[in-house]
T-cell receptor, first 114, second 112 residues
């Protein structure tokens, strides 16, 4: 399985600011994804990070709020822009495994917006 | 889009008993069904998965069954142990998009 790391592991931010979360995979992968998990809730897909093209966003998520970069096959960033307390959540990246369907998750970034 | 429903939301069993968690999906094109275990404060961990061309898959104490006609799949844990206590999520994905849609989760508690 892919080994996935994320930075930062947690952060406390003031409303109106932005935070960029980094996701690094130990091998080249075609598909990377970003999810949000609110406390005690399930995982919701934010977007698919496409290498060499714009990310594909799910309903309810927009590029201006959650810009994503995917400069190569091992790295992606998610920015949470103009944050409000409602953005307080855990943000997880995932990457596909060698089988092409399974996904493995990073450890997550716990974001608190005050 | 895909919709995945998961039941029950909480499940308590005695150590050594079996636990069953059930999920239904809406998109008949879905063809891959993973199960994740998430311990408190940890990342979701893939524990078993099944593809649509298979009806059942086992891995030691864990098994997953799939009924494509009824569009439901289940996780079975036998001989439960306290370390099985966690939140379990089912998910489904279809086609080339490979996006996962998750169920709402089941908090499993194994009582010693």
């Amino acid at each position: 399985s892919a080994v996935i790391s994320q930075k930062p592991s947690r952060d406390i931010c003031q409303r109106g600011t932005s935070l960029t979360i980094q996701c690094q995979v130990d091998s080249q992968v075609t598909m990377m994804f970003w999810y949000r998990q609110q406390p005690g809730q399930s995982l919701t897909l934010i977007a698919t990070a496409n290498q060499g093209s714009e990310a594909t966003y799910e309903s309810g998520f927009v590029i201006d709020k959650f810009p994503i970069s995917r400069p190569n096959l091992t790295f992606s960033t998610l920015t949470v822009s103009n944050m409000s307390p409602e953005d307080s959540s855990i943000y997880l990246c995932s990457a596909e495994g060698s089988g092409g369907a399974e996904q493995y998750f990073g450890p997550g970034t716990r974001l608190t917006v005050t | 889009g895909e919709n995945v429903e998961q039941h029950p939301s909480t499940l308590s069993v005695q150590e050594g008993d079996s636990a069953v968690i059930k999920c239904t999906y809406s998109d008949s094109a879905s063809n891959y069904f993973p199960w994740y275990k998430q311990e408190l404060g940890k990342r979701p961990q893939l524990i078993i998965d099944i593809r649509s061309n298979v009806g059942e898959k086992k891995d030691q104490r864990i098994a997953v069954t799939l009924n494509k006609t009824a569009k439901h799949f289940s996780l079975h844990i036998t001989e439960t142990q306290p370390e099985d206590s966690a939140v379990y999520f089912c998910a489904a994905t279809s086609g080339s998009a490979r996006q996962l849609t998750f169920g709402s989760g089941t908090q499993l508690t194994v009582l010693p």
